[in-house]
Structures are given as C-alpha cells and as structure tokens.
C-alpha cells in the first residue's frame, strides 16, 4: 500500500511516460523538453542503471558500410535507405553537436569495410554519388588498398574508408545523457519495472504492479527488442547482438572501425 505522499509525488500523473532509459528514451526525453518545457516527464527504467543495447554495444559511431547501403537499397529502394542513412548521419552530428567529443571519447578515426569479391566496387560512384547530398562529400566511400598492409589485414582483397565515422564511449554518452535530462527537469523511476499498459481514449495506465500505476496523457515504448510485450500486434522479433572483448593488444595495427558483409 502506497502513502498518499507517494502518491501525490513519485506516482503522481505525468504528460509523458517514457518506458525505458536507453539512448532511445534519453534522447526522446530531451527532445520533448527542450520543445515543450512545461510538460512533466519521467523515464521509467526496470533496472538500477540503463541497462540494454545502450550500455552494450560496441561503441561504432556509424552510418552503413558500403555493402550495407547497397544491400538496403535492393531491399527497400533508395528513397528509404537515404531517409535512414540521413537520420543516422545527423544523429552522429547532433551527439557531437550537444557534447564535447572529449568528454565522450568521441574518436573520428574512420569507418573501414573489408570486401573480398569486385561486385560492390561497381557500385561505389552510384552510392557516393547518392550520399553526397548527406555527407557533403564527393567521395563518401573510397578504395584504400595501401592501408590493407598498414592496418595488418593482409588475407583482405579490397578496403573502403569511410572518413565521416568513427567510434565513442557508450557509457559516457549515457552518463552525458543523463545528466542533460536532470538539466531538463527529466524525472526518473529506476528500478521500477512495467508489467503492462492500459491505453483508453483520454488517459493512460501505466502499471507498475497489481494495484500501482501512474496515469499520463501519452506513452512512448522505448524498450527496443521487449516492446512486444506492451504493442502485442507489433511483430518484432529480438536478434542476438554479441560482443568480444579482448584484452589491450600490444602494437594492435587496426585504427578506426571495422565492418564487413553488409555491417555484420
Ligand atoms: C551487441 C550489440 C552491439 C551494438 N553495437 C552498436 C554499435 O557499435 N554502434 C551503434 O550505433 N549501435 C550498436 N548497437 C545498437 C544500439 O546499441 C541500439 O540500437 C541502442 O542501444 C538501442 O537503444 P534503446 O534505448 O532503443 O534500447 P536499450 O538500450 O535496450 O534500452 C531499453 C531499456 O528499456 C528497459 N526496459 C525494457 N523493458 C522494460 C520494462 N518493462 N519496464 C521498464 N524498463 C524496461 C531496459 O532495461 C533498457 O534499459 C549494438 C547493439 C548490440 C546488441
């Protein structure tokens, strides 16, 4: 049983609720504060720290590797692929646009593919020609052959360098988040999970258990690959993501990024 204090504070009715403390909600957090300052949000979060993708991946601060773009251009045309390609880009300039790239580790090292059959070289000055509206470069991806035997990759046929990308520290781009939504006036519930929403005409129910729940005028999944649970017509289907961490390699000739087979 809830105090009537709780009540009327932490569980009191918000104008947004935001499922989910990923960079998804974070940054979604930030967007509908800065536009509308007088809305009250909080950011639901089942565990005690952003804990998902966001603290998970690997770091690429990326847009698509060459073979990538083709292979989403086959799949669902350019019109799409750019749109995509084009948000991707503007997010990368709009994290380093709100933070200092030292205080994120932000590195523009330079995304690489390693390619070994001639097909998608055919399709380079399509591709670049495409992305230069985005980039603002001529020459988005490139042929780098000699930097094969620089970076060690000697078995590699073709190596294309891509000089918009680069990688940064997850972690710190959460902690940065975070601390720019507390700026904001973003409230918080880590720790509280949300077993299931009750969506009627004018009000939302957002359930934290049986008899708890907060009440909100709209309601944004950002729960990434559990959002089925909630929008259960919504087919989306979690993949397994997997990282392989090594220990520091000494004299490591490979800077930048690395993809190959379409991003994969
Ligand atoms: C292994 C791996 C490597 C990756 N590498 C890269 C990379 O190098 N570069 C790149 O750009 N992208 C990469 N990605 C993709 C990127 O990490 C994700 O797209 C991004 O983090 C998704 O953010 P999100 O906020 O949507 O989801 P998440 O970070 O997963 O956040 C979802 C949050 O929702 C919370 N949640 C879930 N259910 C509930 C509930 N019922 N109640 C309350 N909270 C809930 C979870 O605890 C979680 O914190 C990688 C992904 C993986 C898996």
Not at 79 to 94: S, Y
């Given at each position: 049983?809830?105090?009537?204090?709780?009540?009327?504070?932490?569980?009191?009715?918000?104008?947004?609720?935001i499922i989910g403390a990923g960079f998804t909600g974070l940054w979604?957090?930030?967007?509908?504060?800065?536009?509308?300052?007088?809305?009250?949000?909080?950011?639901?979060?089942?565990?005690?720290?952003?804990?998902?993708?966001?603290?998970?991946?690997?770091?690429?601060?990326?847009?698509?590797?060459?073979?990538?773009?083709?292979?989403?251009?086959?799949?669902?045309?350019?019109?799409?692929?750019?749109?995509?390609?084009?948000?991707?880009?503007?997010?990368?300039?709009?994290?380093?646009?709100?933070?200092?790239?030292?205080?994120?580790?932000?590195?523009?090292?330079?995304?690489?593919?390693?390619?070994?059959?001639?097909?998608?070289?055919?399709?380079?000055?399509?591709?670049?020609?495409?992305?230069?509206?985005?980039?603002?470069?001529?020459?988005?991806?490139?042929?780098?052959?000699?930097?094969?035997?620089?970076?060690?990759?000697?078995?590699?046929?073709?190596?294309?360098?891509?000089?918009?990308?680069?990688?940064?520290?997850?972690?710190?781009?959460?902690?940065?988040?975070?601390?720019?939504?507390?700026?904001?006036?973003?409230?918080?519930?880590?720790?509280?999970?949300?077993?299931?929403?009750?969506?009627?005409?004018?009000?939302?129910?957002?359930?934290?258990?049986?008899?708890?729940?907060?009440?909100?005028?709209?309601?944004?999944?950002?729960?990434?690959?559990?959002?089925?649970?909630?929008?259960?017509?919504?087919?989306?289907?979690?993949?397994?993501?997997?990282?392989?961490?090594t220990e520091p390699i000494e004299g490591l000739k490979l800077k930048?990024?690395?993809?190959?087979?379409?991003?994969?």
């Amino acid at each position: 049983m809830n105090s009537i204090w709780e009540l009327e504070t932490f569980y009191r009715k918000r104008n947004v609720i935001i499922i989910g403390a990923g960079f998804t909600g974070l940054w979604s957090a930030i967007s509908i504060k800065e536009k509308h300052p007088e809305k009250s949000v909080v950011i639901i979060e089942r565990n005690t720290i952003p804990l998902g993708a966001s603290s998970r991946n690997a770091g690429f601060a990326c847009f698509g590797s060459l073979t990538e773009i083709i292979a989403d251009s086959q799949k669902m045309g350019w019109d799409k692929t750019l749109q995509l390609v084009k948000m991707r880009f503007e997010g990368l300039q709009k994290i380093r646009h709100y933070f200092h790239t030292s205080t994120i580790d932000f590195e523009l090292n330079g995304g690489y593919e390693i390619v070994n059959n001639e097909a998608p070289l055919a399709h380079i000055e399509v591709v670049n020609e495409k992305l230069k509206m985005i980039t603002g470069l001529t020459h988005t991806y490139s042929l780098k052959q000699d930097k094969i035997k620089v970076f060690g990759l000697g078995k590699s046929s073709f190596l294309i360098e891509n000089p918009c990308e680069g990688s940064l520290h997850s972690g710190k781009l959460l902690q940065k988040l975070l601390e720019k939504c507390h700026g904001l006036n973003v409230e918080f519930l880590f720790g509280t999970e949300v077993t299931h929403v009750e969506e009627a005409t004018t009000e939302v129910k957002v359930y934290l258990s049986a008899d708890l729940f907060i009440k909100t005028d709209q309601v944004i999944y950002c729960t990434n690959a559990f959002t089925s649970k909630f929008l259960e017509k919504e087919q989306i289907t979690p993949a397994r993501g997997q990282i392989l961490l090594t220990e520091p390699i000494e004299g490591l000739k490979l800077k930048g990024t690395f993809h190959y087979d379409e991003g994969y």
